[in-house]
């Protein structure tokens, strides 16, 4: 059973930096794509970064580019979100999510994803 926990939300001031963590169990990480997704209250669930199974090839949402970098550590199973330059916007629920694929692609879809983690809140106040 496969299994994604995040960790390190929590409340920032505009201009400061977070990373959140998502530690993968159950299965063989490196076989994963990873992505985070965020969602803020009367919101849509929106794609923000997304990194391939073991190319490294990496998304971004356009809002985040420059600001948010996405990394995997295999040997740790676990795939981090870097964001620095915190905007009020960037407020959100953050959700890792893993997709079980042979291929070397980016999925970017919230569809293409077999498993999501619990959510971490991120707050960056103005």
């Known amino acids: 059973q496969v299994q994604l926990v995040e960790s390190g939300g929590g409340l920032v001031q505009a201009g400061g930096s977070l990373r959140v963590s998502c530690a993968l169990s159950?299965?063989?990480?490196?076989?994963?794509?990873m992505g985070w997704f965020r969602q803020a209250p009367g919101k849509a669930r929106e794609s923000v970064a997304a990194i391939s199974r073991s190319v490294y090839s990496t998304y971004y949402l356009d809002s985040v580019k420059g600001r948010f970098t996405i990394s995997r550590d295999n040997a740790k199973n676990t795939v981090y979100l870097q964001m620095n330059n915190l905007k009020p916007e960037d407020t959100a629920v953050y959700y890792c999510?893993?997709?079980?694929?042979?291929?070397?692609?980016?999925?970017?879809?919230?569809?293409?994803?077999?498993?999501w983690g619990q959510g971490t809140q991120v707050t960056v106040s103005s």
């Open positions: 999510a893993a997709q079980d694929s042979p291929y070397y692609s980016v999925p970017k879809s919230a569809r293409e994803y077999d498993y």
């Open positions: 159950g299965d063989t990480f490196s076989s994963y794509a």
